[in-house]
């Protein structure tokens, strides 16, 4: 059975920096790009950034291009987001996603993977 459990998420002031974890289980985490995933009260989830199952690819939306920053440790099956210089904007529940392994990270920003974590809140204020 495939797990993703996000954690890191937390209550900010706009400029501060967050980094949240994903870990997972159940699944050959090297074959398998990450994604990180949010959405804010009323409105659609938004692809927010993507990893390669090899660490080397990675993809972000317009919006936290230059703040935010995904990596992967495959030694401890995780994927982090680095999030720097938070807006409230950014206020949203997190979540992490992954597989199939034929689904590309570059791919991630239009198609949805087959799994889910929970989600972490982040709230960003002003």
């Known amino acids: 059975q495939v797990q993703l459990v996000e954690s890191g998420g937390g209550l900010v002031q706009a400029g501060d920096s967050l980094r949240l974890s994903c870990a997972a289980s159940?699944?050959?985490?090297?074959?398998?790009?990450v994604g990180w995933f949010r959405q804010a009260p009323g409105k659609e989830q938004q692809f927010v950034a993507s990893?390669?199952?090899?660490?080397?690819?990675?993809y972000y939306a317009d919006s936290v291009k230059g703040r935010f920053a995904i990596s992967r440790d495959n030694a401890k099956n995780t994927v982090y987001l680095q999030m720097n210089s938070l807006k409230p904007e950014d206020t949203a529940v997190y979540y992490c996603?992954?597989?199939?392994?034929?689904?590309?990270?570059?791919?991630?920003?239009?198609?949805?993977?087959?799994?889910w974590g929970q989600g972490t809140q982040v709230t960003v204020s002003s």
């Open positions: 996603a992954a597989g199939p392994p034929s689904l590309t990270a570059q791919a991630m920003g239009a198609i949805a993977p087959r799994y």
């Open positions: 159940g699944l050959t985490f090297v074959f398998n790009a």
């Open positions: 990893v390669s199952g090899s660490g080397t690819s990675t």
